[in-house]
């Protein structure tokens, strides 16, 4: 009943910008803690930013002072600047959300793909 829906990816030159937006619809009594993560070819999943409800905004050392998460509401942003080309991986967009029925369940977006190539 709850959908997550990156957007914002696609190609892009080293030292550019890109910024990824995750839209929480459905149905939703609230949003509580959200995130970004990436995977990058042949490499596990790992975490990008996140913000636990209440917390505040954690980031993964290779990406403090390029990356930087803002939220709106049930929408979550990632504004990515100083791109490298290793920043080069689908981006998903994660959720802890409390339904209309009042379940709290994880939610992971279908991910985008960042590529930062010359």
């Not at 967009?93 to 994880?106: E, K, L, V």
Request: hydrophobic fraction near 30%; aromatic fraction near 10%.
């Amino acid at each position: 009943q709850v959908q997550l829906v990156e957007s914002g990816g696609g190609l892009v030159q080293p030292g550019g910008s890109l910024r990824l937006s995750c839209a929480a619809s459905g149905s939703i009594f609230s949003v509580n803690a959200m995130g970004w993560y990436r995977q990058a070819p042949g490499k596990e999943r790992e975490l990008v930013a996140s913000q636990p409800s209440g917390g505040n905004t954690k980031y993964a050392d290779s990406v403090k002072g390029r990356f930087t998460m803002s939220r709106e509401k049930n929408t979550v942003y990632l504004q990515m600047n100083s791109l490298k080309p290793e920043d080069t991986a689908v981006y998903y967009c994660n959720a802890g959300i409390t339904t209309m029925q009042y379940s709290i369940i994880d939610y992971w977006g279908k991910g985008t793909l960042v590529t930062v190539s010359s």
